[in-house]
């Protein structure tokens, strides 16, 4: 349920974040804290911002819908 000051939909992106990354990271032990942060941060950052392809880009990576938008600048 979303607090006062939250949209409803901020659940719904987290409960897809979480059912995302659930399968992946929960299942497996980690050493420490530090190590379970470092692993799900570098999936986020790395994996799903960088190189997964996006929808609303045209089902492109986020690079290559750099590379296309400096191509047509050009």
Known sequence: MPTQNQKPSSNRNLDWVLYTVEPEFFSRPYV???????????????WYN???????LNYLTPDQFGQTTKKKAA
């Open 32 to 46: 420490n804290q530090a190590q379970a942060k470092a692993e799900i941060f570098e999936f986020i950052e790395i």
């Open 50 to 56: 960088q190189k997964r392809k996006h929808s609303y």
